[in-house]
C-alpha cells in the first residue's frame, strides 16, 4: 500500500513521521494541571470503534509514519485495549519501526506482559511524585501504590520505561532532583515537561508554571549535565547526566520553542486530527472513514489536512488570558 501512496510533506518541507493517537479521553486520574475534577467525558457513541482507529491509523502508517503512540486520557481504561494494541502489531517490522504508549501507570500491572507481547518494547509512564500524599493532591483520584506496582510489573516483563513529569512551580520542584535520582537509578530515563495551556482547569496556570530553564540552572547545582543528540522521535531534548549514567530530557513548548523540527500530528478518539497541538485548526477524518470502505476520501482528507499544517503553535501563559487552547489535553492525545 504505501508504495502507491505519497509521503506526507507540510508546507515547510517537514515530514510527518509520528503519530500520537487518543483511544479515549476518559482517565481515572484527574490531575490538577491537565482537568476539573468534575469532567465532563464524551458519550460513548461519539468515539471511534477500535476497529476505526485500527483503519484510520493504518492508513497513516501506509502514508510513512514510523511511530505511533497511543494516548488518552488512560489508554488502559478503554474497554478490549489490547485487541487494538495487537492489530497494530502486525505492522511492526513492516512500514511501524515503533508502537508505544503513555500511560498514568494505573493498569500496567494488569497488561505489561500482554504489552510486550504484542511487540511493545517501551512506554512513558507519567509520575511527577515520589510522595504518596502529594501523589493523591495532584491526581486527586490515584493509588501511588498500585502505580508503583505497575511500573515493577512493566520493568519485570522486560518493557523500556520513561518517566514523564511535569514540572510545577510550588509543588513537585522541589522534588526534581530526588525524581532524576530514583528514575536513573531504576536505568529508567526521566523528561521534564513544562505545563500546557490547555483547557479550563480549577487553578491558574500562571500559578503553576515552571521555566525549564530555571530547573535546569538549579539541577546543574548539584548534577553535572551535558547536552546529547539523543532523540526518540519526540520534541525532549536529552542530557546525559554524569554523576547518574542516566537521560535526562527537557519538553519546553514555551521557554523553548521545538517547531521547527515537527514531525508529528494527532488524531482524537473521536477522529479529529489536529496537525498542531498548540493550535485549534483541525480536520475531521470520521467523516470519511465512515463514508466509504474505500480509503480514497479518506486519504484525500488527511493531504488536504496536512497540506495546512502550521510552522508553529500560540502557547503563551498569560494570568489575563484564557486558556491558549480550550479543548483538554485528554481531548487532543497527549
Request: glycine letters at 8%.
Amino acid at each position: 500500500m504505501s508504495d502507491t501512496l505519497p509521503a506526507m510533506i507540510d508546507p515547510f518541507g517537514r515530514a510527518v513521521t509520528y503519530l500520537r493517537v487518543s483511544v479515549t479521553d476518559r482517565c481515572d486520574f484527574r490531575c490538577t494541571y491537565c482537568m476539573a475534577e468534575t469532567m465532563t467525558f464524551l458519550p460513548r457513541k461519539d468515539l471511534l470503534a477500535l476497529e476505526e482507529i485500527d483503519r484510520l491509523t493504518s492508513a497513516f502508517v501506509w502514508r510513512g509514519v514510523r511511530k505511533v503512540r497511543l494516548t488518552g486520557g488512560e489508554p488502559l481504561v478503554r474497554r478490549n485495549i489490547m485487541w487494538l494494541i495487537k492489530a497494530l502489531s502486525r505492522h511492526l517490522g513492516g512500514g511501524l519501526d515503533e508502537l508505544t504508549l503513555t500511560t498514568n501507570g494505573s493498569q500496567l500491572h494488569r497488561y505489561a506482559d500482554e504489552l510486550v507481547d504484542c511487540g511493545v518494547k517501551r512506554i512513558n509512564v507519567s509520575l511527577d511524585t515520589l510522595d504518596p500524599a502529594k501523589f493523591r493532591v495532584l491526581t486527586r483520584w490515584g493509588d501511588f501504590d498500585q502505580v508503583m506496582r505497575g511500573i515493577d510489573a512493566a520493568d519485570r516483563a522486560g518493557l523500556k520505561i520513561k518517566i514523564n513529569a511535569v514540572a510545577l512551580r510550588g509543588c513537585n520542584e522541589n522534588e526534581i532532583a530526588d525524581l532524576l535520582q530514583w528514575s536513573h537509578d531504576r536505568s529508567f530515563d526521566l523528561t521534564l515537561i513544562e505545563t500546557m495551556p490547555l483547557g479550563e482547569i480549577e487553578a491558574d496556570r500562571t500559578d503553576q508554571y515552571l521555566p525549564l530553564s530555571l530547573v535546569r540552572a538549579r539541577l546543574e547545582q548539584r548534577f553535572t549535565l551535558h547536552d546529547i543528540p539523543y532523540q526518540t522521535g519526540g520534541p525532549a531534548r536529552y542530557v546525559h547526566v554524569t554523576e547518574t549514567n542516566g537521560r535526562l530530557g527537557f519538553i519546553t513548548p514555551l521557554t523553548h520553542n521545538f517547531c521547527e523540527s515537527c514531525n508529528r500530528v494527532r488524531i482524537s478518539c473521536t477522529g479529529t486530527l489536529y496537525m498542531c497541538l498548540g493550535q485549534e485548526d483541525a480536520a475531521d477524518l470520521r467523516g470519511p472513514l465512515r463514508a466509504s470502505k474505500s480509503d480514497v476520501p479518506l486519504h484525500a482528507a488527511i493531504d488536504e489536512a496536512i497540506a495546512r499544517k502550521p510552522k508553529g503553535h500560540d502557547f503563551i501563559i498569560d494570568r489575563t488570558a484564557t486558556p491558549a487552547i480550550s479543548r483538554h489535553m485528554s481531548a487532543t492525545g497527549g
